[in-house]
């Protein structure tokens, strides 16, 4: 494999791994601590967007399929804005600097906030979106739990010395 084509693997698997964490912590702290429920119920509820209402009688299996989606979710807005940053020359500029990075990741991860609660979980449960003041607590945790690791992962090569 080429040199560049190996950086910019290995900073999408960090990215991506990265992201799927601080978020998945993220959540699962706030429904423990906050929301007085369980991480199982956490990720059975994210589960329940593709399988339906019958993940919350799923046990630990539908928790698991729940975060594994988490995880891909993850992964594909890290390739989405690794895809952007390799060719739009004005993502490249943004990100020179550390006040770029910061500034892009608190555009980028509100936007995929937006973008999943308005339109893509609404279009596979059918359901409206709850706009409450968990919606906005999730919107601006993603500034620092999904787009800042998305952003800082795939724009900045590691430093090994």
């Known amino acids: 494999m080429q040199p560049m084509r190996r950086d910019v693997l290995a900073r999408f698997l960090r990215a ?19 929301y007085h429920s369980t991480v199982t119920r956490l990720w059975q509820g994210v589960a329940s967007v593709v399988l339906g209402k019958s993940a919350f009688d799923g046990s630990s299996r539908t928790a698991l399929i729940g975060l594994l989606l988490h995880v891909c979710v993850a992964f594909a807005w890290t390739a989405v804005f690794l895809f952007g940053v390799l060719r739009i020359a004005a993502v490249q500029r943004a990100v020179e600097s550390w006040g770029g990075v910061m500034a892009v990741a608190a555009v980028y991860g509100p936007l995929i906030w937006v973008v999943m609660s308005l339109v893509v979980i609404p279009l596979l449960t059918h359901r409206p979106p709850t706009i409450n003041i968990r919606w906005w607590i999730q919107f601006f945790g993603h500034m620092l739990f999904v787009g800042l690791p998305i952003v800082a992962l795939t724009t900045r090569p590691a430093r090994i010395n």
């Open 16 to 34: 991506g791994l990265v992201t799927a964490l601080a978020d998945g912590l993220f959540s699962s702290v706030l429904s423990v601590a906050f």
